[in-house]
């Protein structure tokens, strides 16, 4: 339960961690460490160096007519207190008041928990949900990843190992537009059997669109058109398109059983906060 | 790597190898023995320590991360050797037997009291709930957060 030896830097700039990532095909960049410092402790990650981005500055909430912008440093918690981030997009704070406890939060980076691609985890299946994006840098330059484009696997994510995500974008809550989310877990705080992340928007009184994110349910983040799907029938229909896992925790049977509960129930939710 | 740590009001010179757990380099390079370990990945909550106030798993810090911040451990808690509100109401209340999550309890007791000094009991409940303790069913914890706020 010790990790194995790595080197350590500690850059000031970014273009230095830049650098120093592109030279060493083994270097994992270190951000709030609540992921990864167990990973190096149960040693299934064993990197010859790590990059410590904590002084790279990186922790700005910024605001602008379209959405909120993250940076890579800034903590859940943080996050989490912001009132302005709760008002441009409010199923921030009701996400991360699910991502495990208070004290993880207090060090736990969002951008790090989006980028580290856990398929259980809420904020990547919110950030699926809304259409957010991720700002990444390497040394030839900046690009920008759809949250759509950025899973590729359990634990893995479309950056390039030269590439820091260096902030996360996530659009405001238009007008009309309800959101819900819901997690079932043993304990508060533990990582969710299952999750569903709901967005309805309606105009004239009807419902113009429905969609669910599920996260602990299948090996990436996965978002579901449920729009003009009768809410009894939502979580079958959105069964259909998903393929719940068995692990030690939960059964592949229960957890398509949760599916269904909470899909009606984030639905509903939703819906009422959108009519509302 | 030589690296200061600054801890409970003191400022300590270590040499430490990058992987040392802030957790182990509080207890082996400078004896503070009062932070315990017990799962080692950030579950359990006994080796909680308050970085710049706020409650944090050193198991999930490096030493070499923690340089910039003023760091408390439960030493730090009693003053002049008079023990701290959250403590003299663990005392009290009973809220300890074997002892072994108690300073994970009392770091983040403390700092959860600063920042909602009167909780309901839900709240004191939820302000604990990222801490196990083994003995004492919880009970008597959160009536000591209780009388810790009545304090």
Redesign the interface.
């Known amino acids: 339960m010790k990790p194995a030896p790595f080197e350590f830097l500690r850059p000031s700039t970014l273009d230095e961690a830049l650098e120093a990532l592109a030279a060493d095909a083994n270097a994992k960049v270190l951000a709030g460490g609540q992921s990864l410092i167990p990973l190096l402790s149960m040693r299934l990650a064993a990197p010859s160096m790590l990059i410590d981005i904590n002084g790279l500055g990186l922790d700005a909430i910024t605001f602008a007519d379209d959405g909120v912008r993250i940076g890579a440093l800034v903590r859940h918690a943080e996050l989490e207190r912001s009132d302005d981030a709760a008002r441009v997009q409010p199923l921030l704070r009701e996400a991360l008041r699910l991502v495990a406890h208070p004290t993880i939060r207090n060090r736990g980076t969002t951008v790090g928990s989006i980028v580290h691609a856990d398929a259980s985890a809420e904020m990547p299946a919110v950030l699926c949900l809304l259409g957010g994006t991720v700002t990444v840098s390497s040394r030839t330059g900046s690009r920008t990843i759809a949250a759509e484009d950025l899973y590729a696997g359990p634990m893995e994510s479309t950056l390039h190992h030269d590439e820091v995500a260096t902030e996360a974008f996530f659009p405001v809550r238009q007008p009309g537009t309800g959101t819900a989310v819901q997690e079932v877990a043993r304990r508060h705080g533990d990582y969710a059997l299952c999750g569903v992340a709901a967005s309805v928007t309606v105009a004239d009184g009807e419902v113009t669109s429905a969609r669910a994110a599920y996260f602990s349910v299948c090996e990436v983040p996965t978002v579901i058109d449920l729009t003009g799907v009768p809410s009894a029938d939502a979580g079958e229909h959105a069964l259909a398109s998903l393929e719940p896992q068995s692990d030690i925790h939960a059964t592949a049977s229960y957890r398509s059983q949760l599916v269904r509960v909470l899909t009606r129930n984030v639905l509903q939710a939703a819906c009422d906060e959108a009519f509302a | 790597?030589k690296i200061r740590l600054h801890v409970n009001g003191a400022l300590h010179e270590v040499d430490v190898?990058?992987?040392r757990?802030l957790s182990?380099a509080l207890r082996h390079d400078l004896r503070l023995t009062g932070t315990h370990v017990g799962c080692?990945?950030?579950v359990c909550?006994a080796c909680?320590v308050l970085?710049d106030g706020?409650?944090?798993?050193s198991?999930?810090?490096?030493a070499?991360?923690a340089t910039?911040y003023e760091i408390t451990t439960v030493e730090g808690l009693a003053q002049d050797g008079e023990l701290s509100n959250v403590q003299a109401a663990f005392k009290e209340c009973h809220g300890l037997q074997c002892g072994f999550c108690t300073p994970g309890f009392l770091t983040?007791i403390t700092a959860g009291l600063r920042d909602n000094p009167s909780p309901t009991r839900e709240e004191a409940r939820?302000m604990i709930?990222?801490n196990l303790c083994r003995c004492t069913g919880y009970q008597n914890i959160v009536a000591a957060v209780l009388k810790a706020a009545e304090s």
């Open positions: 790597m190898e990058p992987r757990l182990d080692e990945h950030g909550g909680t970085v706020e409650p944090m798993r198991c999930l810090m490096l070499v991360s910039d983040t939820d709930a990222g």
